[in-house]
């Protein structure tokens, strides 16, 4: 590492952020927490002859992309490899195969260019998102993270150390999306398919809501929901009868939604914090966006949403991540840094 290589403390470093964690690559330029530019090869099309990712087919897609994605965003910035002075990358969690392509890309990199490596781990990217979001935002706070990964509410009780207050005790509310999404035939990804039906129906059917109650504490089940749709659409096919597909996706997203929304506030609530955010994919569900902006407000409480180019997975909030990393003083990654698929995002004690 032998230009500027101590970077500690700097907010004006400029930095390319590679993310290839699951179906799109994406690279991103930022000089502290500026955004110059941000461009995402997206593989969505590709996979959705299959029904889903097929991770084998996301990194040799990835491979391909790279290159291309990486130069596009440097001339968007109007910067060139050798103006660089850092390399961010999502190291995990993630797809091992597509994670190694942008690890490995980063790593060559900082070893042409000789400049710092930081592996950015990709849920803390997404609660980042909020940083580059709203500058002014500040911890302590509580973040909502739900994605196709990860449905769990984090104290931030610092830049650096994010503590678990409660997760799912079985599936992550995106991938309830996306496995409802299948039973209905509708295309993947199946999230963004019913936000959209959901918004020109009703909620009519009664859905379970697991874990509501404040006796639950804070945890999350997606099963009971899951199992709760593939029955009702069953016994509807049984009987010959269709399903008012808007008003079903309307009743499971606020089965699937709800839930999360009030815990975060009581969560807020009984910590004292006055401000809360939202971090994942599923954070670009419409129903979700005003619903936490309306529950927040009602308790008083500050409510931070990133904008929806930040929530789905882009390397912009990796890139951001590692700006926090860079001003905090962490030390950057080794060369030897590897992809970890089951990376957790938490540190600290679970409540
Ligand atoms: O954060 P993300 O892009 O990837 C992971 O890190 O998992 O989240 C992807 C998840 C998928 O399950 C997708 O269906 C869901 O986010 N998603 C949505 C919406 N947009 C994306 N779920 C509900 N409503 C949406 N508008
Ligand atoms: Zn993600």
Redesign the pocket.
């Known amino acids: 590492m032998k230009k500027n290589s101590n970077l500690s403390g700097r907010t004006d470093v400029l930095l390319l952020a590679v993310e290839s964690?699951?179906d799109e690559t994406s690279v991103a330029v930022l000089r502290g927490n500026k955004l110059l530019s941000l461009v995402t090869g997206t593989q969505i099309p590709i996979h959705r002859r299959f029904g889903g990712v097929v991770p084998e087919v996301a990194s040799r897609n990835h491979t391909l992309a790279i290159n291309a994605v990486a130069e596009e965003a440097l001339s968007k910035a109007g910067v060139g490899f050798a103006d660089l002075e850092a390399v961010a990358v999502t190291y995990g969690a993630?797809l091992a195969g597509a994670l190694l392509v942008g690890v490995s890309y980063a790593k060559a990199l900082a070893f042409a260019l000789q400049i710092p490596l930081y592996g950015v781990n990709?849920i803390r990217g997404?609660i980042a998102a909020n940083y580059l979001a709203y500058p002014d935002l500040q911890p302590p706070y509580v973040c909502l993270v739900v994605?196709?990964?990860?449905t769990a509410i984090v104290e931030i009780d610092s830049y650096l150390t994010h503590r678990l207050i409660g997760s799912t005790v079985d599936d992550a509310v995106?991938?309830a999306?996306?496995k409802v999404a299948r039973c209905l035939n509708l295309p993947y990804?199946?999230?963004?398919e019913?936000?959209r039906l959901a918004q020109k129906g009703s909620p009519t059917i009664a859905f379970p809501r697991m874990c509501k109650d404040e006796k639950d504490g804070v945890r999350f089940s997606y099963s009971g929901i899951k199992t709760f749709a593939i029955n009702y659409l069953h016994n509807l096919e049984q009987k010959g009868e269709s399903v008012a597909i808007e008003d079903f996706c309307a009743s499971f997203t606020c089965a699937a939604i709800d839930v999360p929304v009030e815990k975060t506030v009581w969560a807020a609530k009984t910590r004292g914090l006055s401000k809360i955010a939202v971090a994942?994919?599923?954070s670009?569900?419409?129903y979700?966006r005003n619903k936490l902006q309306q529950e927040g407000k009602k308790a008083g409480l500050s409510v931070y949403i990133p904008p929806m180019t930040y929530?789905?997975?882009n390397a912009a909030m990796i890139g951001m991540e590692a700006q926090i990393l860079i001003r905090e003083g962490v030390s950057p990654s080794p060369l030897s840094l590897n992809a970890q698929p089951a990376l957790r995002f938490e540190n600290g004690e679970k409540a």
């Open positions: 964690s699951c993630g990709h997404h994605s196709g990964g990860h995106g991938e999306f996306d990804p199946g999230g963004p019913i936000d994942g994919g599923v670009a569900n419409s979700l929530c789905t997975d």
